[in-house]
């Protein structure tokens, strides 16, 4: 029995946080995560998201702090969800509200 491939997704409910000061950057308003194009078995996904407003500038541009990613996945009913980190980043890109994370992989949430 082969398992499926998964080639994109949607959703609403996600945010960024600097874990080391326990700050939250922001939260999306939307977000979408398609399976990146260079081939059939290629590994990877391209995010895209829209901030709900604008992340702090002093606080994204700040090097030292190690961005942390979780997107919630529901199901139709908004019943049942899930939590996954999004990682790691091989490009990410803010312009305004909209965020842009080339070549990530979901992993479980730690509880």
Known sequence: MSGYVL???TG???EVTLPSI???????QK???KRRED???SKGFVLHAVFAYPPNDLLWNQESFTKRIVLTIKNREKTVFKQYRVEPFEEMVLKGRALQCEGVELWPLEE
């Open 22 to 28: 326990g700050a939250q950057l922001g939260t999306f």
């Open 7 to 9: 080639k994109s997704m």
């Open 31 to 33: 977000w979408s995560l």
């Open 12 to 14: 609403i409910d996600g």
């Open 39 to 41: 081939g059939p078995t």
